[in-house]
Protein backbone atom coordinates (compact mmCIF):
# COMPACT_ATOMS: atom_id res chain seq x y z
CA UNK A 1 0.00 0.00 0.00
CA UNK A 2 3.22 2.78 1.06
CA UNK A 3 6.67 2.49 -0.13
CA UNK A 4 9.17 5.52 0.07
CA UNK A 5 11.50 4.79 -3.22
CA UNK A 6 14.91 5.73 -3.77
CA UNK A 7 17.88 5.80 -5.34
CA UNK A 8 21.30 7.61 -4.79
CA UNK A 9 23.67 9.22 -7.55
CA UNK A 10 26.99 7.14 -8.21
CA UNK A 11 29.73 8.60 -6.21
CA UNK A 12 31.39 9.81 -9.25
CA UNK A 13 28.71 12.06 -10.07
CA UNK A 14 27.60 13.67 -6.66
CA UNK A 15 27.91 17.24 -6.72
CA UNK A 16 30.17 18.46 -3.91
CA UNK A 17 29.28 21.73 -1.92
CA UNK A 18 31.12 25.27 -1.97
CA UNK A 19 33.23 26.98 -4.91
CA UNK A 20 36.87 27.49 -3.00
CA UNK A 21 36.45 24.78 -0.88
CA UNK A 22 35.18 21.75 -2.62
CA UNK A 23 33.41 18.88 0.44
CA UNK A 24 31.06 16.41 0.79
CA UNK A 25 29.23 15.61 3.86
CA UNK A 26 27.04 13.02 4.56
CA UNK A 27 23.86 14.77 3.53
CA UNK A 28 24.90 16.05 0.29
CA UNK A 29 26.26 12.12 -0.29
CA UNK A 30 22.06 11.53 -0.33
CA UNK A 31 21.64 13.26 -3.54
CA UNK A 32 19.65 10.88 -5.57
CA UNK A 33 15.87 10.77 -6.63
CA UNK A 34 13.06 9.72 -4.86
CA UNK A 35 8.92 9.39 -4.65
CA UNK A 36 6.34 7.85 -2.60
CA UNK A 37 4.12 4.76 -4.05
CA UNK A 38 0.91 4.90 -2.41
CA UNK A 39 -1.83 2.66 -3.41
CA UNK A 40 -0.78 2.50 -7.09
CA UNK A 41 -0.16 5.86 -7.78
CA UNK A 42 3.48 7.44 -7.89
CA UNK A 43 3.17 10.44 -5.62
CA UNK A 44 6.27 13.43 -6.71
CA UNK A 45 6.32 11.56 -10.20
CA UNK A 46 6.54 14.27 -12.88
CA UNK A 47 4.44 14.65 -15.89
CA UNK A 48 6.09 13.98 -19.43
CA UNK A 49 6.21 17.28 -20.32
CA UNK A 50 7.79 18.50 -17.23
CA UNK A 51 10.28 15.37 -17.19
CA UNK A 52 11.18 16.61 -21.29
CA UNK A 53 11.56 20.59 -19.66
CA UNK A 54 14.08 19.71 -16.82
CA UNK A 55 16.07 16.97 -19.18
CA UNK A 56 16.58 19.84 -21.68
CA UNK A 57 17.45 22.43 -18.94
CA UNK A 58 19.82 20.34 -17.39
CA UNK A 59 21.13 19.21 -20.62
CA UNK A 60 21.54 15.39 -19.64
CA UNK A 61 20.40 12.59 -21.38
CA UNK A 62 17.33 9.76 -20.59
CA UNK A 63 17.05 7.91 -17.24
CA UNK A 64 14.80 5.99 -16.04
CA UNK A 65 14.28 8.14 -13.11
CA UNK A 66 14.00 11.61 -14.71
CA UNK A 67 10.53 11.81 -14.22
CA UNK A 68 11.17 11.62 -10.00
CA UNK A 69 12.15 14.56 -7.81
CA UNK A 70 15.76 14.83 -7.89
CA UNK A 71 17.22 15.95 -4.69
CA UNK A 72 18.45 15.17 -1.40
CA UNK A 73 16.85 11.94 -0.22
CA UNK A 74 18.01 12.80 3.52
CA UNK A 75 15.73 15.92 3.32
CA UNK A 76 12.31 13.54 2.55
CA UNK A 77 13.91 10.85 5.45
CA UNK A 78 14.09 13.94 7.76
CA UNK A 79 10.73 15.20 6.97
CA UNK A 80 8.80 11.90 7.44
CA UNK A 81 10.79 11.00 10.67
CA UNK A 82 9.93 14.64 11.99
CA UNK A 83 5.97 14.54 11.10
CA UNK A 84 5.83 10.65 12.46
CA UNK A 85 5.20 11.37 15.98
CA UNK A 86 1.94 13.10 14.91
CA UNK A 87 1.12 11.08 12.23
CA UNK A 88 0.77 7.92 15.06
CA UNK A 89 -1.12 10.00 17.71
CA UNK A 90 -4.24 8.61 17.05
CA UNK A 91 -6.70 11.52 16.30
CA UNK A 92 -10.50 11.83 18.77
CA UNK A 93 -13.48 11.42 16.95
CA UNK A 94 -15.02 14.56 17.39
CA UNK A 95 -11.43 16.22 15.62
CA UNK A 96 -11.34 13.76 12.31
CA UNK A 97 -13.62 15.88 10.53
CA UNK A 98 -11.28 18.48 11.18
CA UNK A 99 -8.22 16.64 10.65
CA UNK A 100 -9.28 15.35 7.29
CA UNK A 101 -10.55 18.60 5.55
CA UNK A 102 -8.82 21.58 3.73
CA UNK A 103 -7.44 24.31 5.51
CA UNK A 104 -8.04 27.01 2.17
CA UNK A 105 -11.65 28.05 3.71
CA UNK A 106 -10.00 28.77 7.14
CA UNK A 107 -10.64 32.47 8.17
CA UNK A 108 -8.08 33.10 10.49
CA UNK A 109 -8.69 34.65 14.02
CA UNK A 110 -6.03 35.40 16.42
CA UNK A 111 -6.72 33.77 19.54
CA UNK A 112 -4.00 31.31 21.47
CA UNK A 113 -6.68 28.54 20.73
CA UNK A 114 -6.53 29.08 17.06
CA UNK A 115 -2.75 28.86 17.02
CA UNK A 116 -2.70 25.26 19.32
CA UNK A 117 -5.41 24.05 16.29
CA UNK A 118 -3.45 25.23 13.29
CA UNK A 119 -0.05 24.25 14.89
CA UNK A 120 -1.58 20.91 15.25
CA UNK A 121 -2.48 20.62 12.09
CA UNK A 122 0.15 21.03 10.22
CA UNK A 123 2.08 19.13 12.27
CA UNK A 124 0.55 16.30 10.32
CA UNK A 125 2.30 17.79 6.85
CA UNK A 126 4.98 16.68 5.24
CA UNK A 127 7.23 20.36 4.08
CA UNK A 128 7.14 20.16 0.38
CA UNK A 129 8.19 23.55 0.40
CA UNK A 130 11.81 23.51 -0.79
CA UNK A 131 9.86 21.94 -3.72
CA UNK A 132 8.35 25.10 -5.35
CA UNK A 133 6.10 23.20 -7.25
CA UNK A 134 5.54 20.47 -4.66
CA UNK A 135 2.25 18.96 -3.43
CA UNK A 136 0.56 19.48 -0.22
CA UNK A 137 0.62 15.92 1.98
CA UNK A 138 -1.00 15.43 5.30
CA UNK A 139 -1.27 12.42 7.23
CA UNK A 140 -3.23 11.26 10.19
CA UNK A 141 -4.10 8.09 12.54
CA UNK A 142 -8.12 6.95 13.85
CA UNK A 143 -8.52 4.15 15.71
CA UNK A 144 -12.30 2.63 16.06
CA UNK A 145 -12.39 -0.03 17.77
CA UNK A 146 -10.34 -2.93 16.09
CA UNK A 147 -9.87 -0.50 12.84
CA UNK A 148 -6.41 1.18 13.36
CA UNK A 149 -5.35 3.12 10.60
CA UNK A 150 -3.15 5.80 9.11
CA UNK A 151 -4.64 8.06 5.91
CA UNK A 152 -2.61 9.86 3.51
CA UNK A 153 -4.13 12.68 1.39
CA UNK A 154 -2.48 14.98 -1.06
CA UNK A 155 -3.36 17.65 -2.87
CA UNK A 156 -1.20 19.44 -6.08
CA UNK A 157 -0.75 23.04 -6.86
CA UNK A 158 -3.49 24.10 -9.01
CA UNK A 159 -2.08 27.16 -10.97
CA UNK A 160 -2.42 26.82 -14.75
CA UNK A 161 0.84 28.90 -15.40
CA UNK A 162 3.52 26.57 -12.89
CA UNK A 163 6.01 24.75 -15.08
CA UNK A 164 6.01 21.89 -12.88
CA UNK A 165 3.02 19.27 -13.14
CA UNK A 166 2.51 16.08 -11.45
CA UNK A 167 0.98 12.53 -12.70
CA UNK A 168 -2.29 11.31 -11.29
CA UNK A 169 -5.28 12.50 -9.91
CA UNK A 170 -4.79 16.38 -8.75
CA UNK A 171 -6.06 15.24 -5.33
CA UNK A 172 -6.51 12.13 -3.43
CA UNK A 173 -7.05 9.83 -0.12
CA UNK A 174 -5.64 6.79 0.36
CA UNK A 175 -5.75 4.90 4.06
CA UNK A 176 -4.10 2.29 5.24
CA UNK A 177 -3.65 0.05 8.67
CA UNK A 178 -0.94 1.91 10.42
CA UNK A 179 1.03 -1.32 10.91
CA UNK A 180 1.91 -1.20 7.08
CA UNK A 181 2.97 2.61 7.20
CA UNK A 182 4.80 1.97 10.67
CA UNK A 183 6.58 -0.63 8.15
CA UNK A 184 7.74 1.80 5.16
CA UNK A 185 9.15 3.92 7.39
CA UNK A 186 10.76 0.95 8.86
CA UNK A 187 11.93 -0.05 5.56
CA UNK A 188 12.84 3.25 4.16
CA UNK A 189 15.26 4.33 7.50
CA UNK A 190 16.88 0.75 6.85
CA UNK A 191 17.45 0.68 3.65
CA UNK A 192 18.75 4.52 3.60
CA UNK A 193 21.65 3.62 6.30
CA UNK A 194 22.33 0.63 4.73
CA UNK A 195 22.95 2.38 1.51
CA UNK A 196 25.16 5.43 3.24
CA UNK A 197 27.31 2.79 5.10
CA UNK A 198 28.13 1.45 2.16
CA UNK A 199 29.31 4.72 0.83
CA UNK A 200 31.00 5.46 3.66
CA UNK A 201 32.74 2.25 3.39
CA UNK A 202 33.80 3.07 -0.12
CA UNK A 203 35.16 6.37 1.02
CA UNK A 204 37.69 4.37 3.72
CA UNK A 205 38.93 2.32 1.18
CA UNK A 206 39.43 4.15 -2.28
CA UNK A 207 40.14 7.27 -0.51
CA UNK A 208 38.28 11.17 -2.20
CA UNK A 209 37.49 12.44 -5.54
CA UNK A 210 40.90 14.78 -6.20
CA UNK A 211 39.88 18.10 -5.07
CA UNK A 212 37.25 17.21 -2.73
CA UNK A 213 37.58 17.65 0.86
CA UNK A 214 36.09 14.51 3.45
CA UNK A 215 36.13 14.27 7.09
CA UNK A 216 35.61 10.69 7.19
CA UNK A 217 35.32 10.61 10.99
CA UNK A 218 32.99 12.97 10.70
CA UNK A 219 31.20 11.32 8.12
CA UNK A 220 31.17 8.24 10.64
CA UNK A 221 30.18 10.12 13.81
CA UNK A 222 26.88 11.52 11.81
CA UNK A 223 25.96 7.90 10.26
CA UNK A 224 26.15 6.25 14.05
CA UNK A 225 23.65 9.56 15.37
CA UNK A 226 21.37 9.32 12.64
CA UNK A 227 21.54 5.42 12.97
CA UNK A 228 19.38 6.75 16.02
CA UNK A 229 16.65 8.98 14.65
CA UNK A 230 13.73 6.47 13.78
CA UNK A 231 14.14 5.28 17.20
CA UNK A 232 13.81 8.85 18.97
CA UNK A 233 10.98 9.73 16.58
CA UNK A 234 9.07 6.88 17.52
CA UNK A 235 9.52 7.52 20.82
CA UNK A 236 8.31 10.69 21.12
CA UNK A 237 4.67 11.33 22.03
CA UNK A 238 3.47 14.89 21.55
CA UNK A 239 2.61 17.02 24.15
CA UNK A 240 -1.10 18.14 22.62
CA UNK A 241 -3.45 20.52 24.80
CA UNK A 242 -6.38 18.60 23.56
CA UNK A 243 -9.16 21.64 24.88
CA UNK A 244 -6.90 24.36 23.05
CA UNK A 245 -7.26 22.64 19.56
CA UNK A 246 -10.52 21.15 19.84
CA UNK A 247 -11.96 25.15 20.73
CA UNK A 248 -9.88 26.68 18.05
CA UNK A 249 -10.88 23.70 15.22
CA UNK A 250 -14.49 25.24 16.44
CA UNK A 251 -13.57 29.00 15.69
CA UNK A 252 -11.96 27.92 12.10
CA UNK A 253 -14.72 25.97 11.25
CA UNK A 254 -17.38 28.62 12.30
CA UNK A 255 -15.15 31.35 11.42
CA UNK A 256 -15.05 29.25 7.95
CA UNK A 257 -18.91 28.72 7.44
CA UNK A 258 -19.93 32.17 8.40
CA UNK A 259 -17.51 32.93 5.45
CA UNK A 260 -19.46 31.30 3.43
Known amino acids: MIRFRFG ?8 PWGEQHRTLHWFALTEGWYYIDLGGHELLRLSERSTRLLRTQ ?13 YYVAR ?19 LIDFVAAESTDWSWT ?14 RTLDTGYLWFGPRVRWWRTVNGSTDTVTVAWRYPTDPEREMEFTGPPTGRV ?29 ESSGPPAG ?27 ETDWDAVRIG ?12
Open 212 to 238: IEIDLALFDHEQQDRAHWLAQAMERRP
Open 76 to 94: LWEDVLALLPSALEPVPGD
Open 110 to 123: ETPEVHAASTWYGE
Open 58 to 70: AGHQETPYDCYVE
Open 8 to 15: LTPLGRVE
Open 249 to 260: ARTLRQSASTAG
Open 175 to 203: SMPTDEFRTAVIEFDHTLMTAMKDRIREF
